[in-house]
């Protein structure tokens, strides 16, 4: 029979660290219990430097109540929350530097904040997965350029 | 079992669901509201303008927003907003937005993204929960807005789709407003559904 990896003792953060995607799970303090290595890549925060760090005041900018609202809300229903790139652009401010620049110079981020229920199916902490939209954004603008001069 | 009995399952799965969320709503937007027991039914393509033209006339204008959603089944939601709910925003959009700088028609949007959010999580959320399966959700995306009720008809929806209409009156402040939520899924999805709230309902029988 196979053995769920999750019986093992392979660290599964090893998989963590190697996803293209940023990963940060907070408790209810807001304190950070994870931080992956592509924050670590993106933000230049190192694990030492956040894990048990309240996020917000790692980053001052996010002590919104719109941001406080979201993760509140995602510990009272269980249910899922987002951070759409169109509405709020980024999250985390990312400058980006690339060899041929075009559009942003933040990286453009889609957050999606998620419930993790323990055993007896409470939220106990919650996690928050960070996509790099930023091409997706710059080819969404171009083709909206191009429509606009092909209609001209 | 009939069809009629597993809407009616299906219907108290997301009662309870409202049960648990309409305070909290309240509470995190701040306003006071009430949600009375959701109708559902379950439609073909063609039924589903003319039952939301009964419902909300043709006059008047709505606004859509769609969040499609994964794992044991599949498929989309579309929360149907008529134009005196989206006017109704404002005041909760002035409570919430103390704080941004954005404009008011962007945190009007963000506002129908958050309510059709925790409307779609309280039903699917807890239709999942209760059959012992998870779902996982893609952003949620306004893709109309006040415009009017014949638009829908551009909207493409697959042939092979059920589409089962939940309606919610709920009050704000005082006002009531009723709300349609479209959840759009395959024959497959349906079936595993049903065959899944048969098992439940036979689990339930003594």
């Known amino acids: 029979m196979i053995q769920e990896i999750a019986t093992t003792d392979i660290d599964i953060s090893q998989l963590i660290d190697t996803l293209s995607v940023g990963a940060i799970i907070l408790n209810r303090r807001l304190e950070i219990i994870l931080w992956n290595s592509w924050m670590v890549q993106y933000s230049k925060i190192e694990k030492s430097q956040a894990l048990g760090k309240v996020i917000t005041d790692l980053f001052p900018e996010l002590q919104t109540k719109r941001f406080s609202w979201k993760i509140n809300a995602v510990f009272k229903l269980g249910h899922f929350s987002f951070f759409s790139q169109e509405h709020y652009k980024y999250l985390f401010y990312f400058p980006i530097k690339r060899a041929i620049q075009s559009g942003a110079e933040e990286m453009q981020q889609n957050c999606i904040v998620s419930p993790l229920k323990n055993k007896d199916r409470v939220v106990e902490f919650v996690s928050i997965s960070v996509y790099d939209v930023t091409d997706q954004v710059d080819y969404q603008q171009q083709l909206i350029k191009a429509k606009k001069y092909m209609s001209c | ?206």
């Open chain 2, 1 to 206: 079992m009939h069809n009629e009995e597993r809407l009616e399952l299906l219907q108290e799965m997301i009662n309870i669901g409202f049960g648990r969320s309409s305070a909290a709503i309240a509470e995190l937007l701040d306003v006071f509201i009430t949600m009375r027991v959701p109708k559902i039914c379950e439609f073909n393509l063609s039924g589903v303008g003319d039952y939301l033209v009964k419902q909300i006339g043709l006059s008047d204008k709505i606004s859509l927003v769609r969040q499609m959603f994964r794992g044991d089944f599949l498929g989309e939601t579309i929360l149907v907003f008529p134009e005196q709910m989206c006017s109704q925003m404002s005041n909760i959009v002035l409570k919430m937005d103390k704080d941004s700088s954005s404009e008011s028609k962007v945190m009007q949007e963000e506002v129908l993204i958050e309510i059709s959010n925790i409307i779609i999580g309280a039903c699917l959320g807890k239709i999942a929960e209760l059959l012992n399966t998870t779902l996982s959700y893609n952003i949620p995306q306004v893709i109309l807005k006040s415009c009017p009720i014949d638009h829908l008809s551009e909207q493409k929806i697959g042939n092979d789709n059920h589409i089962l209409v939940i309606n919610n009156t709920m009050s704000i402040e005082d006002k009531s407003v009723s709300l349609y939520l479209f959840i759009i899924i395959n024959e497959e999805s349906l079936s595993w559904l049903y065959q899944t709230l048969d098992r439940s309902l036979k689990s339930l029988s003594f």
